[in-house]
T-cell receptor, first 110, second 116 residues
Framework: DAGVTQSPTHLIKTRGQQVTLRCSPKSGHDTVSWYQQALGQGPQFIFQYYEEEERQRGNFPDRFSGHQFPNYSSELNVNALLLGDSALYLC?????????FGEGSWLTVV | GDSVTQMEGPVTLSEEAFLTINCTYTATGYPSLFWYVQYPGEGLQLLLKATKADDKGSNKGFEATYRKETTSFHLEKGSVQVSDSAVYFCALSDRNRGSTLGRLYFGRGTQLTVWP
């Protein structure tokens, strides 16, 4: 049983560009959440998707958007990248009382 | 709002020492509580969880008890190993409509280093 898978694992973007990160949840998990983890900090909640709709959103600007597909996979899009968007982006999938995380996508903005 | 306060690190111990990492929380409802571990360069791994008051979560020798009266979920291990060196995060989750867990609120993390 595959766990939560994310792609790409590492990427470098230039300030002002746009990026798309992808996540496939653990089998049987229908809820996907995204978190941003800056270096030396705890993860911060960006948003959560269920049944292809955004159900909860954290304190992130509209530059951060997402999507969930019918197979429960999800994308995180970030527009107009800033240097401060450099971080580890974690995807988590949920079923019942359990939340599992992927290995993350390391984004560096230069 | 909901939040987690976690003991600041770093924590440095000798192998076989006793470990305690303190975690307290603030929540309006009845949250589920978690400890996650992060090894260098990796994502988060669920270490243990507790879903209601007085529940004890345990895994790999680590334990934590959900104490509603003191709003705490302290992580303990009787004898640490070098391989336990990592960053430990305490977290809580509220609930969405129904029974599915909502967003996670994380503490700042505690770096643990164990020397042989």
């Amino acid at each position: 049983d595959a766990g939560v898978t994310q792609s790409p694992t590492h990427l470098i973007k230039t300030r002002g560009q746009q990026v798309t990160l992808r996540c496939s949840p653990k089998s049987g998990h229908d809820t996907v959440s995204w978190y941003q983890q800056a270096l030396g900090q705890g993860p911060q909640f960006i948003f959560q998707y269920y049944e292809e709709e955004e159900r909860q959103r954290g304190n992130f600007p509209d530059r951060f958007s997402g999507h969930q597909f019918p197979n429960y996979s999800s994308e995180l899009n970030v527009n107009a990248l800033l240097l401060g968007d450099s971080a580890l982006y974690l995807c988590a999938s949920t079923r019942g009382n359990t939340i599992y995380f992927g290995e993350g996508s390391w984004l560096t903005v230069v | 709002g909901d939040s987690v306060t976690q003991m600041e690190g770093p924590v440095t111990l000798s192998e076989e020492a006793f470990l305690t990492i303190n975690c307290t929380y603030t929540a309006t409802g009845y949250p589920s509580l978690f400890w996650y571990v992060q090894y260098p360069g990796e994502g988060l791994q669920l270490l243990l969880k507790a879903t209601k008051a007085d529940d004890k979560g345990s895994n790999k020798g680590f334990e934590a008890t959900y104490r509603k009266e003191t709003t705490s979920f302290h992580l303990e291990k009787g004898s640490v190993q070098v391989s336990d060196s990592a960053v430990y995060f305490c977290a809580l989750s509220d609930r969405n409509r129904g029974s599915t867990l909502g967003r996670l609120y994380f503490g700042r993390g505690t770096q643990l280093t164990v020397w042989p």
